[in-house]
């Protein structure tokens, strides 16, 4: 069997990803074969492609995509979660460069699915599970985050901080968000976030401080990193917490030195890699998608695998706010 794919042969800008037919084997004991329905675009895809992720790729061809929602195919042996027809999602935990989403099929390892929640589509299942994984695993389980605490969400944005601001809330605690300029400022308002801080024209810190009484945020939830992350410290209360999630940023992250608080460096893979993560996460996303307090915020939508250079470079461009989402 053979499927279409999206593969790079070199590293570059969104011009290197090509359509590709490749062969498709089928699938061996304890994997599962999908036909793909949707993919969510992820920056880590674009850094990836452009030689700025934390792994490199294999060229030529790698191939490519964290995040995709569709429907079991066929199921290998001893594989008893899944059966032909049940709808998934990829639960991105995975080496992107040979497990890569991007195709019309792929087989992958079950533990690299999760069941798609009822009445989640394809195209607002593609776009749940990373963003909200992130955002519960960052927040909730690596920073601590409770009712009545605050949390600056700095590139709230992004399709983590649209879904970070929704995590928030459903726990709640109230969320700062911060984006660049005034541009994102109502679509960040609209999602429910009390408080937005446009940095470019308001001092994130004072401001903050001020939202706070002075005393300070509980939580920072940040994926720029760079120099910026020391300053971030001083939007913290005595002994909050930090947490790095990315590096926007790709200068080196300086230490804030507001002691006494904590940094936390977030790595999704390590919650979503083990079956008990997997289910936590699947637990608080079910409920929230169920009773509408999480929504996967959609950006843009386009359609076909040719497609993806143009969702990268709308990545790239930064004007978007949520998820970027191809359908196949
Ligand atoms: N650690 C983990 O496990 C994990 C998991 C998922 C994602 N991530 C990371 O999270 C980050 C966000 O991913 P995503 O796919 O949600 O991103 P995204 O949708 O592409 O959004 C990024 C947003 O961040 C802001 N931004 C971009 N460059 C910036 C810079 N240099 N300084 C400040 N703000 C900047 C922009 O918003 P404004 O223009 O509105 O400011 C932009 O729209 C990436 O770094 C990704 O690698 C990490």
Redesign the pocket.
């Known amino acids: 069997m053979t499927t279409k794919a999206v593969l790079f042969h070199e590293i570059g800008g969104p011009e290197v990803l090509t359509v590709e037919e490749i062969a498709l084997p089928a699938p061996a004991p304890g994997e599962v074969r999908v036909r793909v329905e949707a993919v969510g675009v992820?920056?880590?895809e674009?850094?990836f492609r452009s030689g700025g992720y934390y792994y490199a790729p294999t060229l030529p061809g790698s191939r490519l995509g964290y995040e995709a929602a569709g429907v079991v195919e066929e199921v290998g042996a001893g594989v008893e979660g899944y059966a032909p027809g049940d709808p998934v999602l990829a639960a991105a935990n995975f080496d992107f460069g040979v497990h890569g989403v991007y195709a019309e099929r792929v087989v992958l390892p079950q533990e690299y699915l999760v069941r798609r929640p009822t009445g989640v589509d394809a195209v607002a299942g593609a776009a749940a599970w990373?963003?909200y994984s992130?955002a519960y695993g960052?927040m909730v389980e690596a920073g601590g985050l409770g009712p009545g605490d605050h949390v600056v969400i700095?590139?709230?944005?992004?399709?983590?901080?649209t879904a970070a601001i929704q995590t928030a809330l459903r726990v709640g605690a109230i969320p700062i968000a911060?984006?660049?300029?005034p541009d994102?400022r109502a679509a960040l308002l609209a999602l429910g976030a009390p408080h937005v801080i446009a940095t470019d024209e308001t001092d994130l810190v004072e401001e903050t401080r001020r939202i706070t009484g002075g005393r300070g945020a509980d939580l920072v939830f940040d994926?720029?990193g760079?120099p910026g992350f020391a300053r971030l410290g001083g939007a913290l209360r005595p002994e909050g917490t930090a947490v790095l999630?990315?590096?926007?940023?790709p200068r080196p992250a300086e230490l804030p030195m507001q002691w006494p608080l904590t940094v936390r460096g977030?790595?999704?893979?390590a919650l979503v890699r083990t079956p008990e993560g997997r289910a936590r996460v699947a637990a608080f996303l079910g409920a929230g998608l169920r009773d509408g307090s999480l929504a996967p915020v959609i950006g843009a939508v386009f359609d076909g695998l040719a497609s993806l250079p143009e969702a990268h470079r709308l990545?790239e461009s930064?004007s978007?706010?949520?998820?970027?989402v191809v359908r196949v």
């Open positions: 992820n920056r880590a674009a850094l990373l963003a992130t960052g700095t590139g709230a944005s992004s399709g983590v901080g911060a984006t660049r300029g994102k994926p720029v760079g999630y990315g590096w926007l940023d977030y790595a999704n893979g990545m930064n978007h706010t949520g998820k970027i």
